[in-house]
């Protein structure tokens, strides 16, 4: 598939201004299991189920397999092909610039970008004197109406359109759609022992001990996932992305882990075909689909922090020892999972999973020979 790329250093800046950009195509036909065939329509298959009756066997081979009421009833799930269906086409692109600020620092500033095109959608029917780090922070913005067949976290939006026919009813933020992205990663080599800035002249006994040690940590913070307001299956059609009914804005008030939307009065849901003036979300009505869009809510955000310690002790020639001291979550930050997303929950907006683990500390030693 073709692909563009350039790169142009303005003779002006000295070699230390550059800008980038490149454009790519790729197109595949996105699987999707084995679970979605025609071949898995009746009459060419269908289930069956049945109820064992005392100590006798339900099932002998030597009596055939049992068989359903009737065979050519289409009922549960049924496997459909759009006959129009094509390979997806995607279209990458970027555009970025380097900037150097002095001889150990740069600074890169990137545009990134990507459309997708006849995706498949399943129906019914730097460096400074042992100081090293590097540091990004992302604004995103991720739009789709088609996660893949596989799809994203149970919450965010479902693998299937609500609406068959309406692929834009299922417009929204992209399950991995976080608006801000942070992350670090660096060391820090300590200027304590023999030929450093402190104790350069320490005797080799207290070197072995205080010198040679290292610092690191690595840092992931973003914001929330989006995720979508469920309701129960009101509306009879073969469906399975059943979405709440949005009536007016959320308004948050005393928001906790057990109340993620407040304790306001808008954020107790309405009931089927009722709107009390108040609720900002109520289930879906019985005569259409829900009216709430893919990702109008967020989760909460997720933040960790991991360190590291470490010191090398040479024992004879080219034989040393490696000592080191990892802290997962090392500031014990928890970082909450997404709420109950049924408006018909009672405990709708509860979280009741965390992301994040306790803090661990792994300790480890490596003989290198």
Same mark, same amino acid.
Request: charged share 10%.
């Given at each position: 598939?073709?692909?563009?790329?350039?790169?142009?250093?303005?003779?002006?800046?000295?070699?230390?201004?550059?800008?980038?950009?490149g454009?790519?195509?790729?197109?595949?036909?996105?699987?999707?299991?084995? =679970? /979605? #065939?025609?071949? $898995?329509?009746?009459? *060419?298959?269908?289930?069956?189920?049945? !109820?064992?009756?005392? %100590?006798?066997?339900?099932?002998?081979?030597?009596?055939?397999?049992?068989?359903?009421t009737?065979?050519?009833?289409?009922s549960?799930n049924?496997?459909?092909?759009?006959? =129009? /269906? #094509?390979?997806? $086409?995607?279209?990458? *692109?970027?555009?970025?610039t380097?900037? !150097?600020?002095?001889? %150990?620092?740069?600074l890169?500033?990137?545009?990134?970008?990507?459309?997708g095109?006849?995706?498949?959608?399943?129906?019914e029917?730097?460096?400074?004197?042992?100081?090293?780090? /590097?540091?990004?922070?992302?604004?995103?913005k991720?739009?789709?109406?088609?996660?893949?067949?596989?799809?994203?976290?149970?919450?965010?939006?479902?693998?299937?359109?609500?609406?068959?026919?309406?692929?834009?009813?299922?417009?929204?933020?992209a399950?991995?759609?976080?608006?801000?992205i942070?992350?670090?990663?660096?060391?820090?080599?300590?200027?304590?022992?023999?030929?450093?800035?402190?104790?350069?002249?320490?005797?080799?006994?207290?070197?072995?001990i205080?010198?040679?040690?290292?610092?690191?940590?690595?840092?992931?913070?973003?914001?929330?996932?989006?995720?979508?307001?469920?309701?129960?299956?009101?509306?009879?059609?073969?469906?399975?992305?059943?979405?709440?009914n949005?009536?007016?804005?959320?308004?948050?008030?005393?928001?906790?882990?057990?109340?993620?939307?407040?304790?306001?009065?808008?954020?107790?849901?309405?009931?089927?075909?009722?709107?009390?003036?108040?609720?900002?979300?109520?289930?879906?009505?019985?005569?259409?689909?829900?009216?709430?869009s893919?990702?109008?809510?967020?989760?909460?955000?997720?933040?960790n922090?991991?360190?590291?310690?470490?010191?090398?002790?040479?024992?004879?020639?080219?034989?040393?020892l490696?000592?080191?001291?990892?802290?997962?979550?090392?500031l014990n930050?928890?970082?909450?999972?997404?709420?109950?997303?049924?408006?018909?929950?009672?405990?709708?907006?509860?979280?009741?999973?965390?992301?994040?683990?306790?803090?661990?500390?792994?300790?480890?030693?490596?003989?290198?020979?």
């Amino acid at each position: 598939m073709p692909r563009v790329g350039f790169a142009y250093s303005p003779s002006r800046f000295n070699g230390k201004f550059v800008i980038r950009g490149g454009y790519g195509i790729t197109n595949f036909l996105e699987g999707t299991g084995a =679970n /979605l #065939r025609l071949t $898995l329509n009746p009459p *060419f298959f269908s289930n069956s189920s049945g !109820q064992q009756s005392g %100590n006798s066997p339900y099932f002998q081979t030597q009596n055939g397999f049992p068989l359903p009421t009737a065979s050519t009833i289409w009922s549960g799930n049924v496997r459909a092909w759009d006959p =129009n /269906l #094509r390979p997806a $086409l995607v279209q990458q *692109f970027n555009l970025t610039t380097e900037t !150097q600020l002095d001889n %150990n620092t740069s600074l890169v500033i990137a545009y990134l970008g990507q459309t997708g095109n006849h995706l498949v959608d399943p129906r019914e029917g730097n460096q400074n004197r042992g100081f090293e780090f /590097l540091t990004n922070y992302t604004w995103s913005k991720g739009l789709t109406n088609n996660l893949g067949y596989y799809g994203g976290t149970g919450s965010s939006q479902s693998a299937y359109w609500q609406d068959a026919y309406n692929g834009s009813g299922d417009y929204g933020p992209a399950f991995f759609d976080a608006t801000n992205i942070f992350t670090f990663a660096g060391y820090y080599d300590l200027p304590f022992g023999r030929g450093r800035l402190v104790g350069a002249n320490m005797n080799r006994f207290l070197d072995t001990i205080v010198g040679g040690w290292k610092v690191g940590a690595i840092a992931n913070l973003h914001s929330g996932f989006p995720f979508t307001v469920s309701s129960p299956g009101n509306y009879k059609v073969n469906q399975r992305a059943n979405r709440a009914n949005h009536y007016r804005q959320l308004v948050v008030q005393n928001r906790s882990v057990d109340h993620w939307f407040g304790t306001g009065p808008s954020v107790t849901g309405c009931g089927v075909n009722t709107d009390n003036g108040i609720c900002a979300y109520g289930q879906e009505s019985t005569t259409g689909f829900g009216t709430a869009s893919v990702g109008s809510e967020r989760s909460p955000g997720y933040k960790n922090v991991d360190a590291n310690l470490s010191k090398s002790f040479t024992l004879k020639g080219e034989t040393n020892l490696q000592f080191r001291a990892n802290f997962y979550n090392v500031l014990n930050t928890v970082s909450l999972g997404a709420p109950q997303n049924s408006v018909s929950a009672a405990n709708f907006g509860q979280i009741t999973s965390t992301l994040s683990t306790e803090r661990q500390i792994e300790l480890a030693l490596k003989l290198s020979f």
